[in-house]
């Protein structure tokens, strides 16, 4: 079962973006996100510092809206996806939960139509990438399978996120997404080790160390999986100079 | 049965679970207990992924023949039935003809496993994950031990979704992931310091996990700030305010 799942979802992602002839982006996770769950509409919005910054993307005036007005109150699901690091499934927002946990912004987000809101940390460990919102017009839970699918696209963005931030233009992260099989394995503990030693070989925050594993492992033609694991067993070290990348 | 090591198992997981605990440490603790309790050589709580992937939450040990026992349970093996038909399911006499899971069963006699069990983590109809037990004698736990194994699991899933009132299947999706996630928080500080002291991944949890309790900390929050900071120092210089 590993990464079958994960490869079919990647597989719609780059197809959406075929389609158009474009490289694949935010835009496409959400158009994917939105279509396979039936749902409203999606925004990205970018952290920083841990707290969500600006609006990246949106695919609607409501999306937009409802991200919108969650900055200016500070208040609302991506706030606390960021804070709790799990997602938020607010599957009915006219209950009383809901309005106990967002008093300003449940009414804002009744005006607007919305009825259920579904966010999701753009998160890697401490890496705080942003949030990646749904909603939906009626109320209702969100079934099993599309929460798996919504894990998944959730991912992709953090990964594109990461890349665009860290990678350069031509071979940085962003290119190993637009590649047919993007490395599936973000979940391996060597991996996450990995990153976490890359931070002091390099000199770098976290994330900037993640993307730059994953960019390595592209350049190399090299699973992510095995080049972590070769610099957990220290048969790997990567330079601060990005040429001076090589073994102990 | 050490009827005194049970009940002081038991109290100490209790103490251990009060407001703001560290569900990854508590894992933890609940791994190395249920190893002396069951006569376990290894063990492991592994969690069910919606991504549809097994992911290890917590293990009593980072050797690398034991993470790759749960690496291949996500194709075969007792965890993977396990949380398929809701039952604990043994695995036994891996050196035998059970042909039922070729490879796992040749990676656990390699690591010198004969018995591989899994108890599942059960919550109403959903199982969101199951305790691993890995033991070196052949032949299945006997009924009052496997009893007890499954009170750990119990404990385990109560554990895991202490923070609310359950009542919502969207609030178990949303604690297992901020407790996967609490996973690789940690993975990620284990790598950065084991890189700045020289030291293995072992010790190096070891070092976090003591500053938390040391601390009164939670080894999250512990990790999380060390991974964040900008200075690779360790333990902290000071202690930072927590709440940007």
């Not at chain 1, 509409?41 to 910054?53: K, L, N």
């Not at chain 2, 031990?145 to 979704?161: E, K, N």
Request: net charge negative; charged share 25%.
């Amino acid at each position: 079962m590993t990464g079958s799942r994960a490869l079919a979802v990647w597989g719609r992602v780059a197809a959406h973006a075929a389609a158009y002839g474009r490289r694949p982006s935010v835009e496409d996770v959400c158009a994917v996100a939105v279509s396979s769950a039936q749902l409203g509409g999606a925004w990205v919005v970018a952290a920083r510092g841990g707290e969500p910054d600006f609006v990246m993307y949106v695919t609607d005036p409501v999306s937009e809206q409802l991200a919108e007005v969650q900055l200016m109150l500070g208040e609302g699901p991506c706030h606390d996806v960021l804070a709790s690091a799990g997602p938020v499934l607010a599957g009915d927002l006219g209950d009383a939960e809901s309005v106990r946990r967002w008093p300003a912004f449940i009414p804002a987000a009744c005006q607007l139509g919305a009825g259920a809101v579904f966010a999701f940390p753009l998160i890697v460990g401490a890496i705080r990438a942003g949030v990646l919102g749904l909603y939906r017009d009626a109320p209702g839970p969100l079934p099993g399978r599309q929460l798996g699918d919504l894990l998944i696209l959730a991912d992709a963005a953090t990964v594109m996120l990461l890349g665009s931030a860290h990678g350069d233009a031509g071979n940085g992260d962003g290119a190993a997404v637009d590649g047919q099989a993007p490395d599936l394995a973000l979940h391996r503990a060597e991996i996450d080790q990995a990153t976490g030693m890359l931070t002091v070989q390099l000199g770098v925050p976290v994330g900037e160390a993640f993307a730059r594993l994953r960019a390595y492992a592209y350049s190399q033609d090299r699973r992510l999986a095995d080049v972590a694991g070769d610099i957990v067993a220290r048969r790997l070290r990567l330079g601060r100079d990005p040429g001076q990348d090589g073994g102990p | 049965m050490d009827t005194d090591l049970l009940s002081d198992t038991f109290v100490e997981l209790a103490d251990t679970m009060v407001t703001d605990f560290d569900i990854i440490d508590f894992l933890h603790l609940l791994t190395d207990r249920s190893i002396s309790l069951l006569a376990a050589s290894a063990a492991g709580v592994v969690l069910a992924d919606p991504r549809g992937e097994l992911r290890v939450a917590a293990a009593s040990s980072e050797e690398a023949g034991l993470l790759e026992l749960f690496q291949l349970q996500n194709d075969q093996g007792p965890c993977l039935e396990c949380f398929r038909t809701g039952r604990a399911v043994t695995a036994t006499d891996m050196a035998g003809p059970d042909g039922r899971w070729p490879r796992f069963a040749e990676a656990a006699a390699r690591a010198g496993f004969a018995t591989v069990e899994a108890l599942p983590m059960r919550l109403r109809d959903q199982v969101i994950g199951a305790l691993n037990l890995f033991r070196a004698e052949p032949g299945p736990l006997d009924p009052a031990d496997l009893r007890i194994g499954q009170a750990l699991a119990d404990v385990a899933t109560i554990g895991l979704l202490h923070e609310r009132n359950v009542r919502r299947r969207e609030t178990v999706a949303e604690q297992l992931q901020a407790a996967l996630n609490s996973r690789v928080v940690i993975e990620q500080a284990k790598g950065k310091l084991a890189e700045r002291l020289s030291i293995d991944m072992d010790r190096a949890f070891t070092m976090l996990r003591d500053y938390a309790r040391n601390t009164n900390q939670r080894l999250t929050d512990v990790a999380r700030d060390f991974v964040d900071g900008a200075t690779a120092d360790f333990p902290p210089p000071a202690r930072r305010q927590r709440g940007r």
